[in-house]
């Protein structure tokens, strides 16, 4: 390992630094920290780096400094692990320590974009990074064509309590391995931390919603509310006019806008994760996968020698972490509401640990033994009651949908009204609070909160709302 | 030009050590075991290389096996004794991992005596736990990491008086001490290693009376009393030996480090006035001082040291992700955040007489320029 006595001089701090990153202090208690200052030509002119921790540590802190003495964020945002494993002779069994290095430097870097001068848009394309298959392989699709990307991940949710928590999306794993995917590529790649909006954005709302005893899609929020906009506004400052993702979903370009649609993989299909993103950010996205087959998507990976090639499959609700709903709501400071399970004549026929947990339809869990299978036909939060039907008592032609939104004008569509469900036709009247859905044959679970989303004949997202009833 | 100052971790072969191996890498090649010209020409050099080993220890011919190095020395004085069975063992935390590790391995039960913040095993403590019965008690006779002297006779007399047999880890000692196991009471066994005087790398020995009732361990021939099986090397006994002789036969060498050392931790003291050294000032082998700096990490002050021309040991080990300080450190009560700022600085024959200056002058320049990455995060 080499850290040198000339590495010193870029030890300490700045008087006035326009960007400021640290990392590390956990398990080995390493730390690093990084400054950055801009000369006006947007390089960076002064950097100091400060290091309590191992040579590993701060031969990767000291060469980092020094890079990026005289680099653009974008050049910056290139320096990758491996280059700086194989400049300070750092064995494989410290990269882990060098990594702490990188982490604090795209902290640096992510506050440096805020900082710096707007790069004015052109042909760059800002691809998101989850650190998952599925955007290493857009990302690689994307370089394919020649153009000139950048990966973006954000930082959206850290539980260390979580079960599993390697296995959620946003896991500091995750997202090295974004990095070292673009990395490997040539690729810049900035990190934000997005911990706070999403936090208030899509964490919050989804434990009110299960607090009122309704059952939400935090992916079609987390998209439709923030994500996506926040991705757009930072490709914005790196002069990226277009925005690609991971997703397995088409677009469908018309005179009048463009709309979401189903991907080819019907399997796979996340249009409807996307049905909340505002029209006006369609135009600008591109998504990769389109056409592709998630087997299809693993071979490319694996054949492009992509690190993410092997990473474990991100669940649908990432920030739960590989745990239980229950334990996730329990945890973060939901009140369960145990109660008593009821028949359709109010019989009592047993007691449950907390009625938020449970959704409209739901079979499984309910305890109660009975000749038919029972479900769960609705949840009274409030009183911690949940009363249980056999599916017949389920059956409905009409719902509700508030906080609506239709892209195109239709009378009738193919409703999806919850996300791993066939999809119903339906006609479409508009009422004061959004939109009723007569539906041509009867469904058994419509739970309250689900996001209904509304296709055409063609597999197009014309339009959304959240299910009151 | 570099300076030395980690006799502690080895030192390059001594010209006498050479001279005695040389002839048995080529012309006098034989297997000390076979009854021809060549093999007794080889044995003949064996039995040389034990004499000379045992007269420098003070014991018998016959109490001397020759290993591969101190650390299969060390385990073959714990794991023999065990002989399979897991008794109890005393021992302490300033053990090298050769001892603990093999103790920790094999034993049914393992105690440790605590230590004294000055690196010096509480023999009071040592002596309530040593019972008769135990399988063994084993003590490091210096420690590795700060130098300190343990009180040996004492332990060797506790240990004898209830039967106990006793082995002693002399790696470092033998570097600096005379171990005279004549005088030491007791089923002694003490492990040495040539490396760290002068001699050839891959050679030890396990010395004493003990020896002679531990258990095999490896199985093969019945060289080396069935201890040590396998063709002897002739050479690495006899580099032993040469090296062992001439360090036992140099009495200015020990004053000498001793006055390089102290004047090296005296120019530190002034020039960082927070640090402390740990380990007893008096009871230390004369080469060694283990500085504890506030502020910094040891390992990483050792890098810079060896660019600025320096070769020194950091005193915490760092073993992949989990930084941790050594057992013996928080044995003697130095807490984490002082025991990662550890730098161990060992002198012996390869200083000059500026050599601690030097070395005192960079670490005061460099702690600094340290300490200042330290503070910029907050630390």
């Known amino acids: 390992m080499r850290l040198t006595v000339h590495d010193l001089a870029r030890a300490g701090t700045l008087d006035a630094p326009d960007a400021d990153g640290a990392a590390g202090g956990s398990a080995c208690g390493d730390q690093v920290r990084i400054q950055l200052r801009f000369a006006p030509d947007a390089s960076f002119e002064s950097v100091r780096f400060g290091v309590l921790g191992c040579t590993a540590a701060s031969a990767a802190a000291a060469w980092l400094a020094e890079r990026c003495e005289g680099a653009t964020l974008l050049e910056a945002a290139r320096l990758s692990l491996d280059a700086c494993v194989a400049a300070r002779e750092i064995p494989a069994e410290r990269h882990a320590c060098a990594a702490v290095a990188l982490d604090a430097l795209a902290a640096a870097l992510a506050d440096a974009l805020v900082a710096m001068p707007v790069v004015p848009r052109g042909a760059r394309i800002a691809v998101a990074m989850s650190g998952g298959v599925d955007s290493a392989v857009a990302l690689h699709r994307v370089l394919a064509r020649g153009d000139d990307a950048v990966g973006i991940t954000l930082r959206l949710w850290i539980d260390p309590d979580a079960p599993d928590a390697a296995r959620a999306c946003c896991s500091p794993e995750a997202v090295r391995r974004a990095r070292a995917t673009c990395h490997a590529l040539g690729v810049p790649h900035l990190t934000l931390d997005a911990r706070d909006g999403f936090r208030e954005t899509v964490v919050q709302p989804f434990l009110d919603d299960y607090q009122a005893g309704r059952t939400p899609n935090p992916c079609t929020t987390c998209n439709g509310d923030f994500r996506i906009a926040l991705l757009a506004q930072t490709a914005d400052r790196l002069g990226a006019a277009r925005l690609a993702t991971g997703h397995y979903a088409r677009l469908v370009r018309h005179d009048d806008g463009a709309l ?3 991907g080819a993989d019907h399997a796979k299909d996340q249009s409807a994760m996307l049905a909340r993103v505002p029209p006006a950010l369609l135009g600008r996205l591109e998504f990769p996968l389109a056409d592709a087959h998630k087997h299809d998507v693993r ?5 492009a020698g992509l690190a993410a090639a092997t990473a474990a499959e991100s669940q649908d609700v990432c920030f739960l972490g590989g745990g239980d709903l229950r334990g996730f709501l329990d945890r973060h400071g939901v009140d369960l509401r145990p109660g008593e399970i009821r028949g359709g004549d109010d019989e009592l026929l047993g007691h449950h640990e907390g009625a938020v ?14 000749p038919e299978p029972l479900y769960v036909r609705s949840v009274d939060a409030a009183a911690g009651i949940v009363r249980i039907t056999p599916i017949a008592g389920l059956a409905r032609r009409e719902v509700e949908l508030v906080d609506a939104r239709l892209h195109r004008p239709v009378s009738h569509v193919r409703a999806r009204l919850r996300i791993h469900m066939a999809d119903v036709g339906a006609t479409v009247e508009a009422t004061p609070d959004g939109l009723r859905l007569e539906l041509d044959e009867p469904v058994f679970a419509v739970a309250p909160g689900q996001v209904a989303v509304l296709y055409d004949e063609d597999g197009a997202v014309v339009g959304s709302g959240t299910i009151s009833r | 030009v570099r300076v030395y100052c980690d006799h502690a971790a080895t030192t390059p072969l001594c010209d006498e050590a050479w001279h005695a191996m040389e002839p048995f890498l080529r012309e006098r090649f034989g297997n000390p075991s076979e009854p021809h010209a060549e093999g007794r020409t080889a044995r003949a050099g064996l039995d040389a290389a034990r004499a000379r080993v045992a007269e420098a220890l003070g014991t018998g011919d016959e109490y001397v096996v020759f290993t591969g190095g101190g650390s299969e020395a060390d385990n073959l004085a714990v794991l023999g004794r065990l002989a399979g069975e897991r008794g109890r063992v005393v021992s302490t935390a300033l053990e090298h991992p050769a001892v603990a590790g093999a103790a920790r391995a094999a034993a049914g039960e393992l105690a440790l005596a605590p230590v004294r913040a000055d690196g010096i095993v509480d023999v009071d403590e040592l002596e309530r736990l040593v019972q008769p019965g135990d399988r063994l008690c084993a003590v490091i006779w210096a420690s590795n990491l700060t130098g300190a002297i343990q009180p040996v006779r004492e332990i060797a007399e506790l240990c004898a008086e209830r039967g106990v047999p006793l082995h002693l880890d002399a790696v470092q000692a033998a570097a600096w001490l005379p171990l005279r196991l004549d005088e030491l009471p007791g089923e002694l066994t003490v492990a040495i290693a040539a490396h760290k005087l002068h001699g050839p790398k891959g050679a030890g020995a396990l010395a004493g009376r003990g020896v002679r009732s531990l258990a095999r361990v490896l199985h093969g021939g019945g060289q080396e009393h069935g201890l040590r099986p396998g063709t002897e090397s002739v050479a690495q006994a006899s580099g032993l030996a040469a090296a062992l002789a001439r360090r036992v036969a140099d009495s200015e060498l020990a004053g000498r ?20 050294f740990a380990g007893d000032r008096i009871a230390r082998l004369p080469g060694h001082s283990l500085a504890l ?10 890098a810079l040291l060896d660019d600025a021309g320096f070769a020194v040991a950091a005193g915490a080990a760092c073993h992949s992700a989990e930084q941790e300080p050594s057992a013996a450190l928080s044995a003697m009560g130095i807490g984490r955040a002082r025991a990662l700022g550890a730098l161990r600085c060992t002198f012996g024959e390869l200083n000059g007489a500026a050599d601690g200056d030097g070395l005192a002058s960079a670490i005061s320049t460099l702690v600094p320029a340290l300490r200042t990455a330290g503070a910029a995060v907050g630390a």
Do not use: M
Request: charged content about 35%; some cysteine.
């Open chain 1, 299 to 303: 071979d490319e990976a694996a054949s």
């Open chain 1, 260 to 262: 979401v649609a189903r």
């Open chain 2, 293 to 302: 700096i506030d502020g910094i990490r040891g390992d990483a002050l050792c």
């Open chain 1, 357 to 370: 947990a449970f959704t409209v339809g739901q079979r499984r869990g309910l305890g109660v033994a009975a």
């Open chain 2, 257 to 276: 480090s001793a006055a390089l050392r102290d004047d090296f931790e005296r120019r530190l003291e002034d020039a960082l006035p927070d640090l402390q």
